[in-house]
C-alpha cells in the first residue's frame, strides 16, 4: 500500500520548529500591517466546540471570513453526535459515532479540522494525556488544530508570542511574569503551560508566582527546565505574588486549578477562598520594569484584575485578543496554502 503523507497538526506549539514559529510571527505581523485578504477562496474550516468559547470561535471564523473562505461550526451540545473514542469498543453505550468516523467523514467535507476538547475533569492523570485532540489527529486526513486542550492552548501562545515581540522586541532576556490569581472558574493550566515554553523557547526568563497547592503540572516544568538551559533564559516557580512582579517587563494574570484538588470541586473552592490577596491592581505592577499587562481573557474585574489597571495605559489585553485573529490568519495561511 502506498504510504501517505501525514498533515501538519498543531496539537501544542513545540510540534513546530522554531524557524516554523518564526515563520508565522512574521507572517502574523506582516498580516496584521497589511491584512492578507482573500487568499484562501474555496477552503472550509471546520470548528468543533466540546465546550464554550467567545475569542477563538469568533477570531476563527473571521480569520477564514477575511481570507475568502468559509467556516463550520459546530457544537457538542446541540450539533451531532455523542463520541466514542477507544478503539475496539464495543459501541453498546450512550455514543453512537465513532471519532474515526467522524473524523474520516469531516475530512471530506473541509481542509482543516479545529477542536477544543473538553476535560472529564475527574482526573488529572487522565485528562494531561490529551486523549481527544490526539484521537481527532490521528484519524483525521486534514490538519488539526487544537483550539484549547487540557494541557495546551497553541494559539493563543501564538498570539501572546506576537503581543509580547510587539511590545518588547527581542524576547531573549527578557523578564515576564506569570502570576496566579483567583477565580471561582478557573481553567487548567493550558494558557500558563504554553506561554511558559513558548516564552522559554525564545530566551525569556520567566517566573511564576502562585499559591503553595497551585504548582504546575511536574512534565511541564522539566521541559520547561529543559528549554530554560536550551535557549539562554530561565525559570522560577512558586514565587510571591510581589517577587513575581518585581522588575518584570511583562506580568501575566491567569487563573489555573490546583492539581492537588483537580477532581474535587469542594477542597478546590475551599483552598482557593484562602488566596483572596491574588488580585492584580496598580500598586502591584508599579513592581514591575514599567510592566505592562496581559490576560488571555475571560478575565473577572475587580477580582483578578482591578479596572483601573485593565483599562489603563499599561494593559495589552485586547491588543492579546486581537491579536489571536491576526496570528490565525497566518496560521491558516502556512496550513492551507500551496
Ligand atoms: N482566550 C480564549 O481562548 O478565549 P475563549 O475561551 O473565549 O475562546
Not at 472550509?44 to 466546540?49: I, M, R, S
Not at 505592577?285 to 474585574?301: E, I, T, Y
Amino acid at each position: 500500500m502506498a504510504e501517505t503523507t501525514r498533515p501538519q497538526h498543531l496539537i501544542r506549539l513545540s510540534d513546530w520548529t522554531p524557524a516554523q514559529i518564526d515563520d508565522l510571527l512574521e507572517l502574523s505581523l506582516r498580516t496584521k500591517r497589511r491584512g492578507g485578504r482573500a487568499q484562501l477562496p474555496g477552503k472550509t474550516a471546520g470548528l468543533l466546540f466540546f465546550r464554550g468559547s467567545l475569542r477563538t470561535r469568533a477570531s476563527f471564523e473571521a480569520a477564514m471570513n477575511q481570507l475568502g473562505g468559509s467556516t463550520i461550526n459546530l457544537s457538542a451540545a446541540t450539533d451531532f453526535w455523542e463520541l466514542e473514542s477507544q478503539v475496539g469498543s464495543v459501541m453498546d453505550g450512550k455514543a453512537p459515532e465513532h471519532v474515526k468516523d467522524a473524523a474520516a467523514v469531516m475530512s471530506a467535507y473541509v481542509d482543516v479540522l479545529a477542536i477544543r476538547p473538553k476535560p472529564t475533569g475527574s482526573s488529572w492523570a487522565v485528562d494531561r494525556k490529551d486523549a481527544d485532540i490526539h484521537t481527532w489527529a490521528k484519524w483525521a486526513r486534514v490538519p488539526v488544530i487544537n483550539m484549547e486542550s487540557a494541557l495546551w492552548h497553541p494559539l493563543q501562545a501564538l498570539s501572546d508570542l506576537m503581543t509580547l515581540r510587539e511590545a518588547l522586541g527581542s524576547l531573549s532576556g527578557k523578564e515576564l511574569s506569570i502570576v496566579w490569581t483567583n477565580s471561582p472558574t478557573p481553567a487548567t493550566g493550558s494558557v500558563v503551560n504554553s506561554l511558559l515554553h513558548a516564552a522559554l523557547a525564545q530566551g525569556m526568563r520567566v517566573r511564576v508566582a502562585h499559591p503553595a497547592g497551585f504548582e504546575l503540572d511536574a512534565g511541564v516544568l522539566d521541559e520547561a527546565e529543559s528549554l530554560a538551559r536550551a535557549h539562554g533564559g530561565s525559570v522560577q516557580c512558586g514565587l510571591s505574588l510581589a517577587d513575581g512582579v518585581r522588575d518584570a517587563h511583562v506580568v501575566y494574570a491567569r487563573s489555573w486549578m490546583s492539581l492537588e484538588d483537580y477532581s474535587n470541586p469542594t477542597l478546590a473552592a475551599t483552598r482557593r477562598a484562602r488566596q483572596a490577596g491574588w488580585m492584580l491592581d496598580e500598586k502591584v505592577l508599579a513592581l514591575g520594569r514599567d510592566a505592562k499587562l496581559m490576560h488571555a481573557m475571560p478575565v473577572r474585574r475587580n477580582l483578578e484584575v482591578s479596572d483601573a489597571l485593565l483599562d489603563g495605559p499599561r494593559s495589552l489585553v485586547y491588543q492579546q485578543a486581537e491579536n489571536r485573529l491576526h496570528s490565525q490568519k497566518a496560521l491558516l495561511m502556512q496550513l492551507l496554502r500551496g
